[in-house]
């Protein structure tokens, strides 16, 4: 039994990308900002949570409630969205009875932002600036130019990095000529 326990402590634990949450003011209004930078949805709900996109909100059953420590009898609404076929997703979920306070700051501790990857950030700033979206900053250089950033904000105030990233001016870094 001890030899079972000492090698089970040693293992790594093989974890791999499910998905990143954002609550959520106004599911529909998320969705609509979220396709606006590319995503489609992947499912309609939260099969798990017994929860959908629906116009109404549903009652979270009570074992995930518990699972996710929030009151029992929140409602809420739910989809799940991706960029592509890959991971990670993004969960949004609107809980219709929770007192939600504003978005983390990027100088405060937790999760703040979520970062995107894009091939022309220039462009895709214009163009989500001209849709409406608010941005923080401008495309800026990064220090030592490895990429161009800028920061816009969702409807709720989630913080979304946007990157250029030059991987060419990274290989000094990564040990490379």
């Excluded at 959520?24 to 929860?51: K, M």
């Excluded at 990670?88 to 999760?111: C, H, M, W, Y």
């Excluded at 904000?153 to 060419?168: A, C, H, R, S």
Aim: glycine letters at 10%.
């Amino acid at each position: 039994m001890l030899r079972e326990a000492k090698k089970v402590s040693e293992e790594k634990p093989r974890f791999g990308w499910g998905h990143i949450n954002i609550n959520v003011r106004d599911l529909d209004r998320s969705i609509e900002f979220y396709r606006r930078l590319g995503f489609e949805i992947f499912l309609p709900g939260i099969p798990y949570l017994a929860l959908d996109d629906g116009s109404e909100a549903k009652p979270l059953p009570a074992d995930a409630a518990t699972a996710l420590a929030v009151t029992r009898g929140v409602r809420g609404r739910a989809c799940i969205m991706q960029l592509d076929d890959g991971f990670p997703k993004i969960d949004l979920t609107e809980f219709a009875d929770s007192e939600q306070s504003g978005p983390l700051r990027n100088s405060d501790v937790g999760l703040v932002r979520i970062c995107l990857v894009t091939e022309d950030l220039r462009r895709d700033v214009a163009r989500l600036e001209a849709e409406g979206v608010e941005f923080l900053s401008e495309p800026k250089a990064g220090h030592g130019e490895f990429a161009d950033v800028a920061v816009c904000k969702d409807p709720d105030g989630t913080l979304i990095e946007l990157l250029q990233v030059y991987l060419e001016r990274w290989q000094p870094l990564l040990g490379g000529s």
